[in-house]
Each structure stands twice: as C-alpha cells, then as structure tokens.
C-alpha cells in the first residue's frame, strides 16, 4: 500500500511513521508513506498557502490553487482509491473503516489546519471525510498519525503471528481482555492461576468471559 499525506505541517508526520511496527512495515516494503508540503505548490512570491475566509470572521482558510496542484500532480502518477480529508466534521473512525481501507493501493490523505480548507476542494476532489474524535485538533496530521497507524498494522503481513490484529479490541466489538507478564506475583498481587495452568482451552474460555465481561462493564453500547 502507497498513502501519500498533503500537509501544511509535513515534520509533524516523521516521527510516528518511523518507528516499532510503521517503521518495519515501511522496510519490508508493504507500506510507502509519503508526505507532501502544500507550501511545494503555492504560486505565490511568499509561498502563502491560506487566506482570509470570504464573509467575514477570524481565522484563515487554506486556498484552493496550491492544493488542487498537489493533487492533480499526485493524480498524474497514479489513481488513488480514495482521497480522504481530515475533519473534525467528518465520519468518526471506527475500527470497521480500518478494515475497509486497509485493503486499498492507494490513499491521498488531506490535512486541514486554521479553519480549513476552501470548501470546493471537498466538493470537487475528496472522496471521504474522517473524524478521530468528539474534539478538536489544532490541525489534520495528528489525525493522519492515527489512521494510517490503524490501517498499516491491518495490512497483511505487517503484524506476525504474535501481534495478529485478529485479538484486538475491536476486531469482533469487544474488548481485549486482561494481560499479564513475569513475576507471577509482585507484592502479593498474584496473576489468575488459569494463566499460570497450561489448559490452553480453559484460558482460552477465561479469556472470551473477561473480553465480554469488559465490554459489559466499559462499552455495553458494543454489545448491541
Ligand atoms: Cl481529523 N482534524 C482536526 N483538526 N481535529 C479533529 C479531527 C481531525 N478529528 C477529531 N478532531
């Protein structure tokens, strides 16, 4: 998979692509990312890449010229499954679009940032919106961050065996249940014996009991 990221920030987007999991993906060779800076395609003398909003009121807009460049450029060289736009006004995430997208070649994922961007670029060229969250970001990347993290890890061959994202919470709308490691008891807080007895069916069943148990306690509105 191929995810290219246009930014007005693009240093914010190094650092979490270049380690644990984003990082072996990238140098096996299953997942490219790569960032673009809309700035790259201002025509401007002062590279500027927003403007005032028309009507009136605080905070600028990013224009349309410099990122419908970036795209069109990007368009040239390959077709892309979805453009996706990151907005506190979009679909919220859920592990469910994960999925979905962790199955696409190519996606150009859009940051906004101040107010955002002119509203035609979404009209014309965006082909889904994402939400992280009830709350507002200062800008897209962190956004970004966190969905290309849940789609890389998704893509096959990305996790092994021991990190299968076939046990995570979510995957079938429950919970992961509790885990453990060495000692067996710290303090006098022991681990449940039935991890500590061998009977991988019995731990196995403990473990769906705790998964449900969970999401009863924590996420009931999952279980309906
Ligand atoms: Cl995708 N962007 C911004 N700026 N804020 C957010 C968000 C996205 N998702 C939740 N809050």
Redo the contacts with the bound molecule.
């Keep these: 998979m191929r995810i290219d990221i246009l930014s007005a920030v693009p240093s914010l987007l190094e650092s979490p692509f270049s380690h644990s999991i984003m990082r072996r993906a990238q140098e096996k060779g299953i997942l490219e990312i790569h960032s673009h800076d809309i700035r790259d395609y201002s025509n401007h003398k002062q590279k500027s890449i927003d403007d005032y909003q028309f009507g009136g009121g605080a905070g600028m807009v990013l224009m349309i010229e410099p990122i419908v460049a970036a795209i069109e450029k990007l368009q040239s060289e390959r077709q892309y499954d979805e453009i996706i736009y990151?907005?506190?006004d979009?679909t919220q995430l859920k592990q469910s679009i994960c999925n979905q997208l962790s199955l696409k070649n190519n996606l150009l994922l859009i940051c906004?940032h101040y107010k955002g961007i002119d509203q035609r670029i979404r009209e014309h060229f965006i082909t889904m919106e994402?939400?992280?969250?009830d709350?507002?970001?200062?800008?897209?990347e962190l956004?970004a961050a966190v969905l290309v993290d849940a789609i890389g890890r998704l893509i096959p061959q990305v996790l092994n065996d021991e990190t299968s994202a076939l046990f995570d919470s979510f995957q079938d709308n429950l919970l992961a249940p509790p885990v453990y490691t060495r000692p067996a008891e710290f303090r006098g807080w022991k681990v449940p014996d039935i991890l500590l007895s061998g009977h991988t069916q019995k731990i196995e069943e403990w473990r769906d009991e705790q998964s449900f148990l969970r999401t009863q306690a924590r996420r009931p509105d999952l279980l309906k």
């Design positions: 990151l907005t506190p979009g906004g994402i939400s992280i969250g709350y507002v970001l200062s800008g897209g956004a």
